[in-house]
Each structure stands twice: as C-alpha cells, then as structure tokens.
C-alpha cells in the first residue's frame, strides 16, 4: 500500500468547521434496492447540480447506509481525480471524529505536464470510457482515514466490510457511485457515527501535487493562474469552499467542496 500525504495535516477539521458556505441537501429514503454499479439511472430527480463544478452529487440512505452519486461532466478534471486520486469526507453534526473515504487511489509519480498532456490527448483524441477503464485497472483497494490522513482502516474493493465504490462512465460523464455503513450498520468495522434524520456535512477533495512534483516540471507562465483559492473548505487550505476553489499552477481547477446532507428518517 503506498499512501503519499500531499496535504498538511491538522488543517482539515479547522478549516471545515470554519467554512458555513455548504450547500444543503435532502437525502432521498431508499425505496428500493441500490446496486452500486457506477451507474446514474437510479438517481433520476435525485441529484443537486454544483455551480461552477460542472458536477452533480446526490445521496439515499436507509436506516443501515448511505448511498452517495457523484457525475461530472468536467473531463479535466476527471483525470485529476484519477491521477491524483479522491477524499470524500465525513464529519458528522453531533461531533464525532471526521474521517475520509480514500478512492481512488493517488498514482505514483505524477508529473503535473504529463497530466496536462493526458487532458489533451482525453480531450481530443481518446474515448473518455476507455481512459477511465485504463486509469482504474490497479485501483483495487480503499481506505478509511482520520483528519490527519493516517489509516485507520484499508481493505480491497469487494470484500464484505459494508463499503461499496464503483466508479464508471455513463452518457460521457465520470459517475461514482458509494454506498457507506453509518451508526446503525452492525456489520461494518468503521461506519460513519451518522443515524436517520441527523444532519452531516460531505467534502469531495482531489489530490494536490506536491513540492517534489512540481520541481523539474514548471509549467508556462500561460499555464499559471493567479487564483490560488483561500483557506476555506474541506481542502486543508488548498482550495476554496462550495464552487468557488481557484486554478492550481497546472491550469486545472481542483474538485474541492463540501456540501451539509440531511438524512432522511
């Protein structure tokens, strides 16, 4: 298991809880059964639009699980997410610990100009489902962890534990799809401390490049972007909150935001 820390940790649950932009959202009673498959039909009527992420999130819980869909249309940064890898966390209102749903996975040495050659050739040339097939081939495991990103948890996609992830392509968007254990789930080692009817706030956080990275790969002054983001969101201080998160010096805006759930009875 190599897991890179790109963001400094002690950062996380200051900078959440300091954010009070979120988006409010129901989450949707399951009326019937969810098959995690990476695919968006069970969510008609259930998916609230992003502004400015050119992305949509919804949620459905029982009194065992939360199911979580996420689509974006932002090709760009659908290889972000695959290259540099995706943190969803979890920070319950009654103040239990915040902890992340890590997957997929960072992939080792990512270059920030070869990622930009990889949206290019995406873009213009290579079929978008292939690309994301090809990205996930050794994306086989996930792993649950605490605000400081340590492991607390860290199991292969499949195994009986409560969590569900699948990530496909559906009309030419990128759809993940989760289906996540909270309080009531007896069966699941690390379910989210979140029943029915209580509130919970959600961050989706790409993955940063790091300093080594960034190194002997510059990009063009063309390529900079003077929007840096503040300190607000789930991003640890590398992003903005809800739909306002500036470029990163790639030229490629980073998915950073947070919505508050409510969970239905």
């Known amino acids: 298991m190599n897991i890179k820390i790109v963001i400094a940790s002690g950062l996380f649950l200051l900078s959440f809880i300091g954010c009070s932009s979120s988006e409010m959202i129901q989450s949707s009673a399951v009326e019937t059964g969810i098959v995690v498959d990476g695919n968006q039909d069970e969510w008609s009527g259930k998916l609230k639009f992003i502004e400015n992420e050119r992305a949509a999130v919804g949620f459905q819980n029982d009194d065992?699980?939360?199911?979580?869909?996420?689509?974006?249309?932002?090709?760009?940064?659908?290889?972000?997410?695959?290259?540099?890898?995706?943190?969803?966390?979890?920070?319950?209102?009654?103040?239990?610990?915040?902890?992340?749903?890590?997957?997929?996975?960072r992939m080792d040495k990512v270059a920030p100009r070869s990622l930009?050659?990889?949206?290019?050739?995406?873009?213009?040339?290579?079929?978008?489902?292939?690309?994301?097939?090809?990205?996930?081939?050794?994306?086989?495991?996930?792993?649950?962890?605490?605000?400081?990103?340590?492991?607390?948890f860290a199991s292969p996609l499949g195994s009986n534990d409560g969590y569900q992830i699948k990530i496909g392509v559906q009309n030419h968007q990128f759809?993940?799809?989760?289906?996540?254990?909270?309080?009531?789930?007896?069966?699941?080692?690390?379910?989210?401390?979140?029943?029915?009817?209580?509130?919970i706030?959600?961050?989706?956080?790409?993955?940063?490049?790091?300093?080594?990275?960034?190194?002997?790969?510059?990009?063009?002054?063309?390529?900079?972007?003077?929007?840096?983001?503040?300190?607000?969101?789930?991003?640890g201080g590398h992003g903005n909150g809800a739909g306002k998160q500036g470029l990163n010096r790639t030229g490629i805006k980073r998915l950073n935001f947070d919505v508050e759930v409510k969970l239905a009875e």
């Open 116 to 152: 930009m050659g990889k949206n290019r050739e995406q873009n213009e040339k290579t079929d978008f489902e292939v690309t994301v097939k090809t990205m996930m081939q050794n994306q086989g495991e996930y792993s649950i962890v605490n605000e400081d990103e340590e492991i607390l």
């Open 64 to 105: 065992e699980n939360l199911y979580i869909c996420f689509v974006s249309a932002d090709k760009a940064g659908v290889m972000k997410i695959l290259s540099l890898g995706l943190t969803v966390w979890f920070q319950p209102e009654n103040g239990e610990q915040m902890v992340g749903l890590q997957f997929p996975k």
């Open 175 to 199: 759809v993940y799809e989760a289906k996540i254990p909270i309080g009531n789930n007896n069966l699941a080692q690390i379910p989210i401390n979140v029943f029915p009817s209580e509130k």
């Open 201 to 235: 706030k959600i961050g989706f956080v790409s993955g940063e490049f790091d300093k080594d990275e960034m190194k002997n790969d510059e990009p063009m002054d063309s390529e900079i972007s003077d929007g840096q983001g503040s300190h607000n969101g789930m991003g």
